[in-house]
């Protein structure tokens, strides 16, 4: 059997529980993402503040592979798991401030938070995430959005603060390039968004976050555990479209099955392992190419 790495020893253990950081071994994935798929990682640590943060990093940093996770809804891991740590960021990270038309909110907190907070604050601009679950730290790296006029998280950003190589760095929006779905904030950790919103004058913010609600709930599988979309909407076509037209919605693969609702949701049944999934993956991206003669892009991040 495979040794295992064991990076983090018992005096660093000690010196992380001690700043309030959640140590677990062999924490089974699947416990943490949307999909409900994922073996064990060698450590998962939850880390309270900057400054355990920063302590963290200092003990990791050249040592050990880690990965930062968010709520785990745009995620697939494998099977086997992760051989490294995985880093979840909770406590102050999930707290904001508001100031004027400003909030400044922790890389951990829930956009469903974040809207509530707009919604106490008569602040408005951000109503289309409504639906997208996940972190403020995860929608921003993967810029979420809807994909329809500018609605994307990274319009209404104004700065971001983000830990790259054991360093607080703040960055203006302008210095970021966000694109369909993604950024270049690769290799950091943000920490903070700072966000700057308009005033809610009609007050008609928490009907916009109801209707969007209502439209998702019709058109995608919330009922069972996904990973929203699996593959990027390729320019000029709609992958899930694709995908039915190809035939492939209700397609199952052990427990793993294209949703019959949304072609580009695969939705857990129950059980179903990463190898199901991935087999789904590359069976849509065949059949797609074969009858379309278009390249599927995957969206979710394989983690192993
Ligand atoms: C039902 C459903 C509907 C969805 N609808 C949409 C939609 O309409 N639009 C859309 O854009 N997305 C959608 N998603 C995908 C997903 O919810 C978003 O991408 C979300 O923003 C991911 O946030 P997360 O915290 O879950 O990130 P995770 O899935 O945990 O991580 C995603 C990526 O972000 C990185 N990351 C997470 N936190 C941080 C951080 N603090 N610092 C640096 N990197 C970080 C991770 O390393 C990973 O690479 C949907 C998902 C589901 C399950």
């Known amino acids: 059997m495979e040794k295992r790495r064991r990076i983090i020893d018992y005096n660093l253990i000690k010196i992380l529980s001690s700043l309030g950081c959640k140590i677990l071994r062999d924490e089974l994935l699947l416990k943490h993402c949307s999909f409900k798929i994922g073996g064990p990682a060698d450590f998962f640590i939850e880390i309270p503040n900057e400054c355990a ?133 690769e290799d950091c950790i943000i920490t903070k968004v700072n966000f700057s919103l308009e005033r809610s004058i009609k007050n008609d913010s928490l009907e916009k976050i109801c209707k969007n609600m209502q439209k998702r709930l019709k058109t995608q599988p919330f009922n069972m555990p996904n990973a929203g979309s699996i593959f990027k909407n390729p320019s000029g076509f709609n992958a899930g479209k694709l995908i039915e037209y190809a ?36 069976l849509i991206k065949e059949k797609v190419k074969e009858k379309f003669n278009v390249n599927l892009e995957t969206e979710i991040k394989m983690i192993r």
């Open 247 to 282: 035939g492939l919605k209700g397609k199952r693969i052990g427990f793993a099955q294209v949703s019959e609702l949304h072609g580009n949701f695969i939705i857990n049944r129950g059980g179903a392992i990463a190898k199901d999934v991935l087999y789904l993956i590359d």
């Open 53 to 185: 943060l920063l302590e963290f990093l200092k003990i990791v940093s050249g040592f050990d592979k880690y990965y930062i996770l968010g709520k785990g809804t745009n995620v697939l891991f494998s099977d086997e798991g992760y051989r490294g740590i995985v880093v979840y960021l909770t406590e102050d990270f999930k707290k904001s401030y508001v100031f004027e038309n400003q909030i400044s909110c922790g890389g951990g907190m829930l956009i469903s938070d974040l809207l509530k907070t707009t919604l106490k604050n008569n602040l408005t601009g951000l109503e289309y995430l409504a639906g997208i679950p996940g972190t403020v730290g995860g929608a921003v790296y993967g810029n979420a959005g809807t994909g329809i006029k500018n609605e994307w998280i990274s319009t209404s950003i104004n700065s971001i603060e983000i830990y790259k190589n054991l360093e607080k760095q703040l960055i203006s929006k302008e210095k970021i390039r966000f694109g369909y779905r993604e950024s270049e904030l």
